[in-house]
């Protein structure tokens, strides 16, 4: 979380492995694109400052926020990548659709995290206003694509290296 004490897009580079023959889906939520399309592009130049190539990112669009747990799904379904990154920005307003949004969006991500055993990057922003998201997407506190690019990265290859250790392999429920 970016605060006065860290920055976004701050982050050691020896602890980053490479990303190198990884598969990434960005979902990026379309309202408050302003702010959306500064984290696509925090995430994606990242990716590919880590060794990442064009060809294995894929990146696709959703209304909103609310939509990005079932992008991420599909992404994961018919794109067969390794991690999937949802990028979107709610701010509060005057009503609670804010809170409804939010919880449904962060219980959403968490859910296709655990059904597929696949990473699926919360980097939603959640603020009270604008000016807090532009901070956080490339402003004075960094930028939260920067940060789920990372994330992505460092959770595929966590996955890659408990596989070897085991020939366990984890399947999805069934439904």
């Known amino acids: 979380m970016a605060s006065n004490l860290k920055n976004l897009s701050e982050y050691n580079k020896n602890t980053i492995p490479s990303a190198q023959g990884m598969t990434f889906a960005i979902v990026v939520s379309e309202w408050n694109s302003e702010i959306t399309d500064a984290l696509l592009e ?13 060809s294995d990112i894929t990146v696709k669009y959703v209304p909103g926020s609310f ?3 079932l992008g991420a799904q ?10 999937a990154i949802c990028l979107g920005c709610v701010i509060q307003g005057e009503t609670r659709h804010f809170d409804f949004i939010c919880n449904s969006v962060s219980k959403g991500i968490t859910d296709v995290n655990l059904y597929y055993n696949t990473p699926v990057i919360f980097g939603v922003l959640t603020t009270n206003d604008k000016q807090q ?3 956080r997407s490339g402003g004075k506190y960094g930028n939260k694509g920067v940060e789920a690019a990372i ?19 984890a399947k999805p429920l069934s439904r």
Request: proline fraction near 2%; hydrophobic fraction near 40%; glycine fraction near 4%.
């Open 67 to 69: 939509e990005l747990p």
């Open 151 to 169: 994330s992505a990265i460092k959770m595929i290859k966590l996955r890659d290296e408990l596989t070897e250790k085991s020939s366990y392999n």
């Open 133 to 135: 998201a532009k901070d």
């Open 42 to 54: 925090g995430a994606y130049s990242t990716l590919i400052k880590n060794g990442a190539l064009e």
């Open 74 to 83: 599909y992404a994961i379904e018919y794109a067969d990548v390794d991690a």
